[in-house]
């Protein structure tokens, strides 16, 4: 009699693990199935955060040295400072590889407010690329010496670009953050520019997230900073503004070796819920609206909430030039590891139910 | 407190260390026999291991490192019957000192002179005495100075108010020596551990991972914390022992002051400390200068090159200005020596005893044999590597080293040219002239950037492309540089793109319009600088030349070292 009862444990041990083993490959082959509209790591892009073909159209034109479709965007742009803040993010990159065409443009219009701004941010660009982005320690002495240099000169073409551009246009302010974050400006250098920048556009997502950076411990401030920073932000901003992403942001800058569980603490889960709300009103034509996605999709991930993750990964999937996975040697494998997680848990949790 | 008060504090401290070394141990000991009494278990035998392991360092550091001090530094012994003089003037001055006379006599290539004992059990018991004599020394002192130096060296030992504080110096020496010990353990340990972590990183990067931070933090753990009592205790001994130290100091002055004179004592002070930094120059500047090209000067000049130097008339203007200002002190607790300054202060303090340190002959005049024995001193200080190089007449050095480093600086500006196709090449002798034709139709011709982007690149600035690789050109460009490659770790002095091409005249030819020999003016290491024996800007002679040179010393018994970092 008393041999039953082991008996009847090990039996029963022996079908749950033949069940759960089962449930794994019906999962397996339906995440097979499921997945196969999402691509394989070597077609996703990393040079990009989201499918932007209009701005795409711009950068190759200025790559064969065209300029006037560049100029045209911009004046398009209008006052939708957002976009103007990531036209001159683009074309200053473009910019920093080569910029035939922006001497060209600057020739033909001297006192382009537009051409000053790309040409001082490209600046700004080029001076990284040479520092490249290791830590100051994995930083040779020539390239702090080209960064510096070059930071110098933006400096000025940053005056200039101010001086020419209409009173209420943010664009050049904002641009100009990367520099102070790069020169290591004082804390009050850096509140007199962000002054500048909020009277024109107080609620500007790229400008908040560049600000981010520089009150980030790695940069001029600490964790203290940059959370109150962020939190201040996130407390004012209207619905639609991105601007709940900050908090997210700031913690997995000084958070970035925290547990899976820390992502599922209830402060967390706080965070992510409002920002997906905050996402769900936002422009679908807002510029940062796809880092915010990547960001979420990989906090959703390690939260657990694998059907969230998956909506958001499914609407960013192909492009991978975006925080956190940029901060990766591989970033198109981190991103599909992570999204394949997402999608397991997904279809594990929908076959549960 | 008097100074004997002071001194039997020190005993009683030292004494201290001692216990509390013996107490550790003791408690090492203690740990292992419970454990073995417990029963034979594996886990037991490691711990006998680790504890052996632990314990070792202390074992060595109070009682065999307390005869530290062997073979310290080479130096070359010489007997009494080989420098009767020599012998005779230190017993003489030991005499004087109220000390006994050293066992040993060592000449060494240091601007230094230091007695050295052999002594046993932190120093209570003392053993051989050994005198080393830098020859550099020898050749920038009068007599009566280096009488002055031996005198206040000797002092340390035999001034009988203070012979308590000699053991008290002996003491400082051992405490250092043990902290030492641990330190070395210590720095193998992490050093270890780094490379250790920097592999695995190294992995987990090409795993296309974020690498872990490496982190030495937790290394050599087990010394650290079995040297942290030792050294906490050590520095209060060093800091409750200076006063002791200090004061010894002043009174091996007095010493120095009473056996050679006031004057030759607080001339000898302020002459060292410049003879110091000569030393320092001389061998950067002269004797290594060809070292890169496989050259020294002749057998006893590596040294004996500093006479000349200190005998130029234009040499010896600059000296007399650097004799008025001393070096600034370093103000640590643990020095046992007041600044040199206060020092040469306090001598310079005390009634005139009415002799003169002027008119008296150098004090090389003491050696038998010199130019035997500065070659003599080479042979037993400089590295085998070091006296295998060539040796050459100092015309010949510094005309061969200086046409090594030219040829050397302009070899990627050539290889550039020959890169970008617009020279051969071919050897120098016959190509020189018209690949600077080339470079400066090039530069005519605006394309001197395609020269500049065949230089030696950093690997950051050979990975750019596009602006970034034309602005990590632009540096040497503007420059019109042809040196700079990858700008080395001290920032290179650069030379103009043109100068390293002209080639510095034939070998045999020209050479005895351009560079005079030794003692005529601007000639010899005395020169002053000009024409074609100044150091070349690109010329990077090793930090610490002597170093690079001569056998490093192990627990040099040179008491101005500050005993506790």
């Not at chain 1, 994995?138 to 200039?160: C, K």
């Not at chain 1, 209420?168 to 509140?191: S, V």
């Not at chain 2, 020294?296 to 008025?324: I, K, Q, S, W, Y």
Request: hydrophobic share 45%.
């Amino acid at each position: 009699m008393t041999a039953v009862i082991p008996f009847t444990i090990l039996v029963l041990m022996l079908i749950f693990w033949l069940r759960n083993k089962r449930r794994a490959a019906r999962a397996a082959t339906l995440a097979v199935r499921a997945g196969a509209d999402l691509l394989p790591p070597e077609r996703q892009r990393t040079d990009r955060a989201f499918a932007d073909p209009s701005t795409e159209a711009v950068l190759t034109a200025a790559a064969q040295g065209d300029w006037q479709p560049a100029a045209r965007a911009l004046a398009m742009a209008g006052t939708d400072w957002e976009r103007r803040s990531h036209l001159v993010d683009a074309l200053a990159g473009q910019a920093a590889k080569e910029d035939s065409w922006l001497r060209a443009w600057q020739a033909a219009c001297p006192e382009d407010p537009a051409a000053a701004v790309v040409h001082a941010a490209a600046k700004v660009s080029l001076a990284w690329e040479i520092r490249g982005s290791a830590r100051a320690a994995g930083t040779t002495r020539e390239q702090f010496a080209g960064f510096h240099r070059l930071l110098g000169e933006a400096r000025q073409d940053f005056a200039r670009a101010q001086a020419l551009a209409p009173p209420d246009d943010p664009t050049p302010y904002i641009a100009q953050i990367p520099l102070h974050k790069g020169l290591g400006a004082p804390h009050e250098a850096m509140r007199q520019l962000w002054a500048e920048v909020t009277a024109r556009a107080p609620y500007h997502y790229a400008a908040h997230r560049s600000a981010l950076q520089y009150w980030c411990a790695k940069w001029r401030g600490s964790a203290e900073l940059a959370q109150d920073f962020a939190a201040r932000a996130a407390a004012v901003a209207p619905p639609g503004s991105l601007l709940t992403m900050l908090p997210i942001i700031s913690w997995f800058e000084h958070n970035s070796d925290a547990p899976d569980k820390a992502y599922g603490w209830p402060e967390m889960r706080t965070l992510t819920e409002t920002a997906l709300r905050d996402l769900a009103a936002a422009d679908p034509g807002h510029p940062g609206l796809a880092e915010a996605r990547h960001l979420l999709a990989y906090c959703l991930t390690r939260q657990g909430s694998h059907a969230a993750a998956l909506e958001q990964f499914r609407q960013v999937d192909g492009f991978v030039g975006a925080l956190p996975w940029h901060y990766y040697t591989d970033p198109a494998k981190v991103f599909c590891a992570y999204r394949e997680r997402a999608l397991r848990g997904a279809l594990i949790a929908q076959h549960a139910n | 407190m008097g100074a004997c008060l002071r001194a039997l504090r020190a005993i009683l401290l030292l004494a201290g260390f001692y216990l509390l070394a013996l107490v550790i141990l003791g408690a090492l000991v203690g740990i292992d026999i419970a454990v073995w009494t417990r029963g034979v278990h594996l886990a037991s035998i490691k711990l006998t291991v680790v504890l052996a392991l632990l314990g070792f360092p202390i074992l060595r550091g109070v009682f065999t490192f307390g005869t530290g001090g062997g073979d310290t530094v080479p130096g070359l012994p010489v007997t009494e019957a080989g420098q009767p003089e020599l012998w005779r003037t230190v017993r003489g001055l030991a005499e004087q000192s109220g000390t006994r006379a050293p066992d040993e006599i060592l000449l060494t290539g240091e601007v230094n002179a230091a007695v050295a004992e052999d002594a046993r059990l932190l120093g209570l018991v003392p053993g051989r005495r050994r005198l080393f004599l830098g020859v550099p020394l020898l050749a920038g002192l009068t007599e009566p100075q280096l009488h002055s130096v031996i005198a206040h060296e000797l002092g340390h030992y035999g001034n009988s108010d203070t012979r308590l504080a000699g053991i008290t110096r002996r003491g400082r020496d051992c405490v250092g020596r043990t902290v030492e010990a641990f330190k070395e353990r210590e720095e193998q340990r992490i050093g270890k551990e780094r490379s250790r972590q920097e592999q695995a990183a190294a992995k987990a990067l090409r795993k296309g991972r974020r690498p872990r931070r490496i982190s030495t933090k937790n290394a050599g753990l087990g010394y650290r914390l079995m040297a942290r009592p030792f050294q906490v205790y050590a520095r209060f001994y060093l800091r409750a022992t200076s006063s002791v130290g200090r004061q010894q100091e002043l009174a091996a002055d007095l010493i120095a002051a009473k056996v050679a004179g006031r004057d030759a004592t607080a001339s000898a002070l302020r002459r060292t400390a410049v003879l110091d930094a000569v030393q320092d120059f001389y061998l950067n500047s002269y004797a290594t200068m060809g070292v890169s090209a496989g050259l020294l000067p002749p057998r006893g000049e590596v040294f004996g090159g500093l006479r000349h130097l200190l005998a130029d008339p234009r040499r010896r203007m600059n000296l007399a200005e650097l004799h008025t200002t001393l070096p600034p002190a370093e103000a640590t607790p643990y020095d046992s020596h007041p600044p040199v300054a206060e020092r040469v202060r306090l001598i310079e303090a005390l009634p005139d005893d009415g002799r003169t340190a002027d008119g008296a002959r150098p004090a090389l005049a003491l050696l038998r044999d010199t130019e035997r024995v500065l070659a003599e001193v080479e042979s037993a200080v400089l590295t085998p590597e070091a006296l295998a190089l060539e040796r050459v007449t100092w015309q010949e050095l510094v005309h061969r080293a200086m046409y090594a480093q030219a040829q050397e600086a302009a070899q990627p500006l050539r290889s550039a040219l020959a890169a970008a196709g617009m020279a051969v090449d071919t050897a120098p002798a016959d190509s020189a002239p018209a690949e600077l034709a080339a470079l400066l139709d090039a530069a005519d011709a605006g394309q001197l950037w395609l020269v500049a982007d065949r230089l030696p690149k950093s690997p950051e600035a050979a990975r750019a492309t596009g602006r970034a690789a034309r602005e990590f050109l632009r540096p040497a460009l503007e420059a019109g540089d042809a040196a700079a490659g990858p700008a080395g770790p001290g920032g290179a002095p650069r030379r103009p793109l043109a100068a390293v091409l002209v080639r510095p005249g034939p070998p045999d030819a020209a050479r005895e319009q351009r560079l005079a020999g030794p003692g005529r003016p601007g000639g010899s290491p005395g020169g002053s600088g000009t024409g074609g024996h100044r150091r070349h800007p690109g010329h990077h002679p090793p930090a610490h030349p002597s170093r690079a040179l001569t056998r490093p010393p192990r627990n040099r018994p040179d008491h101005r070292r500050p005993l506790y970092p």
